[in-house]
């Protein structure tokens, strides 16, 4: 009976994702929003269509393969059968199997990693990773991946071992303290990736430092991240909490964009800053953990559950690798629903704060440029920007500001 739950729940997050998609492409080719008009011309717009078009293919493939990789995991004894024959305690087969099913997974995404970056994005000009990078990018999100989950599991397992089946509040609050952490030193694992550097002095520095002071804080300093390493991309984010945050350009939109419009991101930037966005957004994703952590309960209250799975007994690795792997990923995604309708009134609100500093103009310049250079999509679907969307679509930010612009 679980196993055929788990594959139901298996294929309602394969065809929620199919859905989506098939909405997506309905959407292809109806008129462009009034405000939107005009940022392609006919060639570039046929361009994004092969780019969208080609991106879905490879996603459609992406999900059909982690589906069967999941069906051979959850509808077999396949865990249980590794977990028993790597030697040692919960703890230690725990990490090896981490290792070993990280390995697995990293080595069958392989190919789709590569036909992303050095096919597709390649094609239209956005690629710039090289092999090297690609390879030493994919060995540090193996390494990483494994210490979180590991870290993550042993915190986990300590709570069961203090409180048996009543675990799940004080690893929840643990997991919570463990992610408010990683928010405050994002910034030391992007460095593990990239190379930041400050802004040069000049009258861009100084116009930033001024407003960032203007707003009543005192500017560290202003980063610059050398992202045109990886891609032809352009821009720009506020990370980490308390007095960890900071805000970071491309290098991309420092190099190739006016020192306005680059004014106008950085404003954008900044009203996130000011409204404490980032560290909002951190508390209201450890809700995402509450799902896992009423899962993996269950799972311990109900022994029959890994025993269908051939394991001897109740097992909280089991109960962890269900909880926080792509078994459970259509449950987060229902939960970011209400998340990403907050998260796209946060960046509207940003969009305000912008034009209340005087950079409407510049900022809706620099929107368009962001979204042309990006092949973005111009018209997407309703439906999936509600389900989906962090950020409202162009359209919509544009229209919010000249709507000021109006009022005003």
């Not at 720009?236 to 190099?255: P, S």
Request: with cysteine; hydrophobic share 45%.
């Amino acid at each position: 009976m679980y196993k055929i739950i788990f594959l139901v729940l298996l294929l309602v997050k394969f065809f929620w994702s199919l859905t989506l998609q098939l909405l997506s492409n309905k959407q292809v080719g109806k008129p462009l929003p009034k405000s939107v008009q005009g940022i392609y011309d006919e060639s570039e717009y046929n361009k994004w269509r092969s780019y969208n078009n080609k991106k879905d293919k490879l996603h459609l493939a992406s999900n059909a393969i982690s589906l069967v990789f999941n069906i051979v995991l959850f509808c077999t004894n396949i865990i249980s059968v590794v977990y028993y024959a790597l030697p040692g305690d919960v703890m230690v087969k725990s990490m090896l199997f981490f290792l070993l099913i990280g390995l697995v997974e990293t080595i069958i995404s392989l190919p789709i990693d590569y036909i992303f970056n050095f096919k597709i994005e390649a094609e239209f000009g956005f690629n710039k990773v090289t092999p090297k990078i690609f390879i030493v990018d994919t060995i540090k999100n193996y390494i990483i991946g494994n210490v979180l989950n590991i870290a993550i599991f042993g915190l986990v397992l300590l709570a069961y071992n203090l409180l048996g089946d009543y675990f799940g509040i004080i690893a929840f609050l643990g997991l919570a303290v463990l992610m408010i952490l990683i928010s405050a030193f994002s910034s030391v694992f992007s460095k593990i990736f990239n190379k930041f550097t400050s802004l040069p002095e000049g009258e861009l520095r100084t116009n930033l430092s001024k407003m960032f002071e203007d707003a009543g804080y005192k500017l560290k300093d202003i980063y610059v991240m050398d992202a045109s390493k990886r891609t032809t991309k352009a821009n720009a984010y506020c990370g980490g909490i308390g007095k960890m945050k900071q805000i970071v350009l491309y290098d991309n939109l420092v190099n190739n964009y006016t020192e306005g419009e680059i004014t106008a991101v950085f404003a954008h930037e900044l009203a996130h800053f000011k409204n404490k966005d980032t560290t909002k957004m951190t508390f209201f994703n450890m809700l995402n953990f509450l799902p896992m952590m009423v899962v993996m309960t269950v799972m311990m209250i109900v022994p029959e559950i890994a025993q269908s799975y051939g394991f001897s007994d109740a097992n909280i690795f089991f109960a962890f690798y269900v909880s926080f792997g792509s078994m459970l990923s259509i449950v987060t995604q229902l939960i970011m629903i209400p998340f990403n309708y907050m998260s796209r009134a946060f960046e509207r609100r940003a969009d305000s704060l912008a034009f209340e500093k005087g950079y409407g103009d510049e900022l809706i310049t620099a929107l368009r440029k962001l979204h042309k250079d990006s092949l973005s999509d111009m018209n997407p679907h309703p439906t999936v920007v509600k389900l989906t969307y962090n950020h409202p679509p162009l359209h919509e930010r544009i229209e919010l500001i000249e709507s000021k612009k109006v009022n005003k």
